[in-house]
C-alpha cells in the first residue's frame, strides 16, 4: 500500500474542512464513506452525536482491536467578533493516520477476530470519549489504539513516543452573587469583588503533594461592569486544575468547591460553582507497552523509539480506561516537526511523517490478532 498517497488523499480534505465539538457533520460522513469503501461494517450517529465506528470482522473468533480518532477542531475568535475552526491539534492527521490503516486491514483481511476503527467527537470538550462508551461501542474491545502528534520539542519526524502519560485536568466556573449598593453606602452592599478576590488567594494558598504536581490556577475574574460608583454584586470566577493523579484531582475538586462557597459566605455572599470539563489521568498499560515498543522499534528502527514522557495536557482517551478497565489501552505521541505548539491557529506539523505511524499501528493490531490465532 502506497501510505504518502493515502495521506495526500485523506489530509488535504480533512485539513481543508475543520468543525468543531458534535458539528462534525461533514468529517464523520467522509470517514464512514471511505471505511465502506474499504469493506467495513459502518455505524453512524454512534451515541446519538457523529460518532463513526467501522467493523471488519473476519469471521473467526479471536480478540477484538480498536484504533480510535478524534474528529473535532478548535474555534478562534477573530478580530470582526466571528470565529474561524481550524484544526489546529493535529485532529486531522489522527484521522489521516487512522483512515490509512483502515484501508491497509481492509485490504490485507485480518487473521482472526474483528478490527473496530473509532472516529470520535468532541475531544476538545472533553465529552466525545464518554458518548461513545456509552453507545457501547467499546464493549467488546480488548485491546484500543490512539495516537496524537507532538510538539517537536517532544518528538521529532521519525520519532515515536510509546505511552503517553497525560494529566488529569478539569474546568471550574464559579459565580459570587452579592448585593449591589450606591458606593457612598457601602455597608448596605456586599460586594462580590471583595468575596471573589478573598476566594483567588484562597485557591492560590492550596498546597499538594508536589510529585504529583498538583495545581489550581484562576483563569477569569470578571464583575463590575456597572457604574463605577456602584457596589458589584456579581462576580464570576474562572479555575483550571491539573494534577497527575486522578484520586488527588478528586480531592482537588472538592477542596476548591468548598473554597468557593465558604469563603463568599464569609463576606456574606452566596456562591456556587460547577464543573465545565474534565478528563483523567492516563493509566498506562504496563502489560501493552513493552509490545508497542517492539513494534515500533522492529517497524521504524530502534532510533525512533523515545522513552515514556509524561505531559501536563489533558486527553479525554483516558475515559475509555477508567471507565472500561478491563481495556488494554496505549496513546502514542507521533513526532512530526510540529510547531510553534499545539492549539496555536498557525500550527503546522510534517504531515508525511503520519507515515511511520500508519506502519506501526498497522503493525500492532496485525500482532495482537496473530498471536491469539497462533
Not at 502506497?2 to 475543520?18: G, S, T
Not at 466525545?128 to 485491546?143: F, R
Not at 495516537?147 to 459570587?176: N, Y
Request: glycine fraction near 10%; hydrophobic fraction near 40%.
Amino acid at each position: 500500500m502506497d501510505i504518502r498517497k493515502k495521506i495526500d488523499v485523506f489530509w488535504p480534505y480533512l485539513h481543508a474542512n475543520p468543525e468543531p465539538a458534535f458539528r462534525e457533520i461533514k468529517t464523520s460522513a467522509y470517514a464512514a464513506e471511505v471505511l465502506r469503501k474499504a469493506g467495513y461494517e459502518v455505524q453512524e450517529n454512534v451515541g446519538g452525536t457523529t460518532g463513526v465506528v467501522g467493523i471488519l470482522d473476519s469471521g473467526r473468533p479471536g480478540p477484538v482491536a480498536a484504533v480510535r480518532s478524534d474528529m473535532d477542531c478548535l474555534l478562534f475568535k477573530q478580530d470582526d467578533g466571528t470565529e474561524k475552526a481550524v484544526h489546529a491539534c493535529g485532529h486531522d492527521g489522527h484521522m489521516t493516520t487512522v483512515l490509512a490503516v483502515a484501508e491497509w486491514l481492509g485490504e490485507e483481511g485480518i487473521p482472526c477476530g474483528k478490527v473496530k476503527i473509532l472516529f470520535q467527537p468532541a475531544e476538545e470538550i472533553g465529552k466525545g470519549a464518554l458518548a461513545m462508551i456509552d453507545s457501547g461501542a467499546v464493549d467488546d474491545v480488548d485491546y484500543l489504539f490512539g495516537l496524537h502528534v507532538m510538539p517537536e520539542d517532544m518528538a521529532r519526524t521519525g520519532e515515536i513516543i510509546p505511552q503517553i502519560s497525560w494529566t488529569a485536568c478539569t474546568l471550574i466556573e464559579a459565580e459570587i452573587r452579592g448585593r449591589a449598593a450606591h458606593g457612598s453606602q457601602p455597608h448596605k452592599g456586599v460586594n462580590a469583588i471583595d468575596a471573589g478576590a478573598a476566594v483567588v488567594n484562597a485557591v492560590n494558598a492550596l498546597h499538594s503533594n508536589p510529585l504529583l504536581g498538583g495545581n489550581v490556577k484562576t483563569t477569569r475574574f470578571q464583575g463590575g461592569s456597572g457604574s463605577l460608583n456602584a457596589i458589584c454584586d456579581k462576580v464570576n470566577l474562572g479555575f483550571d486544575l491539573r494534577s497527575t493523579s486522578n484520586e488527588e484531582m478528586l480531592m482537588l475538586r472538592q477542596k476548591v468547591h468548598d473554597i468557593i462557597v465558604n469563603t463568599a459566605s464569609v463576606y456574606g455572599a452566596e456562591a456556587d460553582s460547577r464543573i465545565v470539563g474534565t478528563c483523567p489521568a492516563a493509566e498506562a498499560d504496563t502489560e501493552l507497552l513493552p509490545l508497542v515498543q517492539e513494534a515500533i522499534t522492529d517497524v521504524l528502527g530502534q532510533k525512533a523509539l523515545l522513552p515514556v514522557k509524561a505531559i501536563t495536557v489533558g486527553e479525554d482517551f483516558n475515559f475509555y480506561k477508567q471507565e472500561r478497565p478491563r481495556l488494554k489501552t496505549v496513546d502514542m505521541g507521533v513526532g512530526c516537526n510540529l510547531t510553534p505548539c499545539l492549539h496555536d491557529p498557525e500550527m503546522t506539523y510534517d504531515r508525511y511523517a503520519l507515515e511511520g505511524a500508519v506502519k506501526v499501528f498497522h503493525e500492532l493490531v496485525m500482532r495482537v490478532l496473530k498471536e491469539s490465532n497462533a
